[in-house]
């Protein structure tokens, strides 16, 4: 399977602040998507990065919030913008090699908010 | 819309006791059902698949079979062993070209020596 690294795996944030996580993997993807899992919660899906265009948010995300690039088939970033204690959390990057292939995790962002 | 329900945790075993942790599912069409293991400090990796009704997938001594008349997926371990002590977490992916997993709340298990 796709190896896939996270950068930075863990960080502490001022209030206000935004932070750019990086996803990047071995070779072509089809699909890249980004989670969020609070403390102690499962996974919630945030949005499919799509290659050349506007990720697509689930319901409770918006772009203003959570701003994703994926400008190619091996690299996605997400940001946090303008964060609060609220969006302390493990953000986590998986990717999906061929359409229909099981899903592959990256190791995770853990980011606290003071 | 989609769900996934787990057992709740925390779950306690001695060394080599067997393993149950229930998972069931509502979902339309049919699925694709997945367990996936968290260990401690650690992204989530895919512990064992299986895509059709009576399929049993298989990892590490895990097994776990996919019954759509109970609409369930239950993971199952002989003998668990202290390096299993994880967080588990059940998940479906719709079919017809959706590929968004769905995840249940995660079942965390210790393992005591």
């Known amino acids: 399977s796709a190896v896939i690294s996270q950068k930075p795996s863990r960080d502490i944030c001022q209030r206000g602040t935004s932070l750019t996580i990086q996803c990047q993997v071995d070779?072509?993807?089809?699909?890249m998507f980004w989670y969020r899992q609070q403390p102690g919660q499962s996974l919630t899906l945030i949005a499919t990065a799509n290659q050349g265009s506007e990720a697509t948010y689930e319901s409770g995300f918006v772009i203003d919030k959570f701003p994703i690039s994926r400008p190619n088939l091996t690299f996605s970033t997400l940001t946090v913008s303008n964060m609060s204690p609220e969006d302390s959390s493990i953000y986590l990057c998986s990717v999906m090699g061929i359409e229909g292939q099981p899903q592959h995790f990256g190791d995770g962002t853990r980011l606290s908010i003071l | 819309g989609d769900s996934v329900t787990q057992m709740e945790g925390p779950v306690t075993l001695s060394e080599e006791a067997f393993l149950t942790i229930n998972c069931t599912y509502t979902?339309?069409?049919?699925?694709?059902l997945f367990w996936y293991v968290q260990y401690p400090g650690e992204g989530l990796q895919l512990l064992l698949k299986a895509t059709k009704a009576d399929d049993k997938g298989s990892n590490k001594g895990f097994e776990a079979t996919y019954r759509k008349e109970t609409t369930s997926f239950h993971l199952e371990k002989g003998s668990v062993q202290v390096s299993d002590s994880a967080v588990y977490f059940c998940?479906?992916?719709?079919?017809?070209?959706?590929?968004?997993?769905?995840f249940g709340k995660g079942t965390k298990l210790s393992v005591i020596p």
């Open positions: 998940a479906l992916r719709p079919g017809a070209g959706s590929y968004q997993l769905t």
């Open positions: 070779s072509q993807v089809t699909m």
């Open positions: 979902a339309t069409g049919y699925p694709s």
